[in-house]
């Protein structure tokens, strides 16, 4: 053979053994983007940065960062850093900001309908349930519906289930609806105006300034949601009661919204994404929150030394007495809100129904283990 045949034959087996070599390592290992296109947006919570609930914001931010691989990159700011915490809907709907975490119910003096989406008893769903009519009941399209008729440029996702919420933090234990007469309180949303109907002078305030104001006298009393958000945001250094239990937000649940012209920009891919981290992110939330609220729970009694009390049922039947007649008044003048009410009522007496009917009773089983009678138990 001669030496040019002999080069060409080996140009050839190197060329193909490169070729071989370079497949292999493609099929073992994930290839190399470089230049990768980023995506980034700035968020706003309606939470100070101390609270659980702005942790369950970056929580969110997380997974979509996570799940992305860096290509849509989600930096959240506690309230107040760029706009109010009532003032996010407004920032979201102009491209202020890309996106935000908080609840429906902040929006209220926009449209009175979006604090159906948690300020009142939801006639006797928990807030999983709730969530449940909105996926699969109807509220998706009629919050689209809500939003379109006020003009806001914004796709919202509700999610994250909240526990009942306490009726409040008081000087002095309530027993009965008489108690309430001119009770300087703090609560939001259809709230208001149930509060307002047992005889409160009501004052709507975000979370991160409701301590400040019952130091400073401005309030006599004030709910806002749960044991570690509560105890985080200093209530037990004010007061030293709380009431559990109530009807006022029975089930409420946060809300991710984003501007809907940036994120109707994004990939379909992204989108997917971030439907499915909502999802996983509200599982998250319940789990998170069962661990963290029992433990506050817990601490508030031995470390804080706060009383605990149960509202009377006299009072949790006057807030539904009252809520029917708000509800009944507000359809009255507002068809969307008319329409919302009628679709959670049929969703809920057949929900409602079927779980009355098949969960047992967790009330029997804790008093069987833990209750003043209880047997002592050994494994």
């Not at 949303?189 to 991160?208: E, K, Q």
Request: charged residues 20%; contains cysteine; positive net charge.
């Amino acid at each position: 053979m001669s030496n040019e045949k002999t080069k060409t034959s080996r140009r050839k087996f190197l060329t193909t053994a490169v070729a071989t070599t370079a497949g292999a390592a493609a099929l073992g290992a994930p290839a190399v983007v470089h230049g990768q296109a980023v995506t980034s947006m700035r968020w706003q919570s309606t939470w100070p940065s101390k609270d659980i609930f702005h942790e369950y914001a970056l929580d969110y931010a997380k997974k979509v960062n996570d799940m992305t691989g860096g290509e849509l990159k989600i930096e959240v700011l506690p309230a107040g850093a760029v706009v109010p915490a009532f003032g996010l809907l407004d920032a979201v709907s102009k491209g202020t900001l890309d996106g935000g975490h908080g609840v429906l119910v902040y929006h209220y003096g926009k449209q009175t309908a979006l604090a159906l989406w948690g300020s009142g008893p939801a006639y006797g769903m928990d807030a999983n349930m709730l969530l449940a009519w909105h996926k699969y009941g109807g509220g998706k399209d009629l919050l689209a519906k809500l939003y379109a008729s006020i003009g806001a440029n914004v796709v919202s996702f509700p999610y994250g289930p909240m526990p009942t919420q306490p009726l409040g933090w008081f000087k002095k234990p309530i027993t009965k609806v008489e108690d309430f007469q001119g009770v300087k309180y703090r609560t939001v949303g259809i709230s208001i105006d149930v509060f307002t109907g047992m005889g409160a002078a009501v004052n709507a305030l975000p979370g991160g300034e409701i301590v400040s104001a019952m130091d400073r006298g401005l309030l006599d009393a004030a709910e806002f949601n749960n044991a570690s958000s509560d105890r985080v945001l200093g209530f037990p250094d004010v007061s030293k009661v709380c009431m559990l239990q109530s009807y006022h937000q029975n089930a409420e649940q946060f809300e991710i919204m984003f501007n809907k012209t940036k994120y109707d920009a994004l990939p379909e891919k992204m989108k997917a994404i971030i439907a499915n981290a909502v999802d996983a992110a509200g599982q998250d939330m319940s789990w998170k929150a069962i661990d963290r609220y029992s433990q506050d729970y817990e601490e508030m009694q031995t470390k804080d030394k706060v009383k605990f009390y149960k509202t009377p049922d006299s009072i949790l039947q006057k807030q539904l007495e009252i809520y029917d007649q708000v509800v009944q008044k507000k359809a009255a003048e507002n068809p969307l809100f008319k329409e919302i009410v009628e679709s959670q009522l049929a969703f809920a007496k057949r929900a409602t129904g079927w779980e009355n009917d098949t969960v047992v009773s967790r009330r029997m089983a804790y008093n069987h283990y833990w209750g003043p009678n209880a047997p002592a138990k050994k494994i």
